[in-house]
Nanobody, 129 residues
């Protein structure tokens, strides 16, 4: 099982990036996926999650309206579209897989990194002028 995050880089405030998480080793239909991020000197935080079918998504309040999570099971890829980026979005972004494709009704569980079974290596996003 392997998750490979990519697409990070340096972008100016107000700019956009699309992160990709390519998954190998299992059928995506049976997993939910999430994006988390860790800023320098801070804990890793929840960003967004998507169900196995892609019909259900949740995003953190801090990125709501600016970030969108999607998935393409045929391409074995999960995406995080990030718009109107801010300096406080600077972080290493990680994708993760959850073995239950149905998202929990509990916000706490949906946003808990301990509920995810597999993790990618992270990709750095730097928002700076």
């Amino acid at each position: 099982v392997q998750l490979q995050a990519s697409g990070g880089g340096l972008v100016q405030p107000g700019g956009s990036l699309r992160l990709s998480c390519t998954i190998n080793g299992f059928a995506l239909d049976y997993y939910a996926f999430g994006w988390f991020r860790q800023a320098p000197g801070k804990d890793r935080d929840f960003v967004a999650t998507i169900s196995g079918t892609g019909k259900s998504t949740f995003t953190a309040n801090s990125v709501k309206g600016r970030f969108t999570i999607t998935r393409d099971n045929a391409k074995n890829t999960v995406y995080l579209e990030m718009n109107n980026l801010r300096p406080e979005d600077t972080a290493v972004y990680y994708c993760a897989a959850h073995s239950n494709p149905v998202l929990s009704p509990s916000k706490r569980n949906r946003e808990s990194e301990t509920k995810y079974d597999y993790w990618g290596q992270g990709t750095l996003v730097t928002v700076s002028s």
